[in-house]
């Protein structure tokens, strides 16, 4: 029933910035905790970064800590990633998801994923 829709994503090259969105369906948004996973071609699924339904609490992967930066808007129903100094090693398919318990990394514990979005920062 929760619809998670992943967007912003495309091309750039390695030191650039991108932000994502994710918008997410239903009115009991807020009640979520929110987090980013990422999966680049061949590997397994990575945890990128959590917040939590108030938006006060945030945990970060060790790989991104102080270049990426995850936030909400509840009022829009939407969570953000905004990712800076980008690497090639960063370059996968980042998606969201929800959950209703604060599963940090994860990634069972979520109940709600979205499609994806591509990202591919260029060296």
């Known amino acids: 029933q929760v619809q998670l829709v992943e967007s912003g994503g495309g091309l750039v090259q390695a030191g650039g910035s991108l932000r994502l969105a994710c918008a997410a369906s239903?009115?009991?948004?807020?009640?979520?905790?929110m987090g980013w996973f990422r999966q680049a071609p061949g590997k397994e699924r990575e945890f990128v970064a959590e917040?939590?339904?108030?938006?006060?609490?945030?945990y970060y992967a060790d790989s991104v800590k102080g270049r990426f930066t995850i936030s909400r808007d509840n009022a829009k129903n939407t969570v953000y990633v905004q990712m800076n100094s980008l690497k090639p090693e960063d370059t996968a398919v980042y998606y969201c998801?929800?959950?209703?318990?604060?599963?940090?990394?994860?990634?069972?514990?979520?109940?709600?994923w979205g499609q994806g979005t591509q990202v591919t920062v260029s060296s």
């Open positions: 239903g009115r009991t948004f807020s009640s979520y905790c």
């Open positions: 998801a929800a959950s209703l318990n604060y599963p940090r990394d994860k990634s069972a514990e979520y109940d709600y």
């Open positions: 917040i939590s339904w108030r938006g006060t609490s945030r």
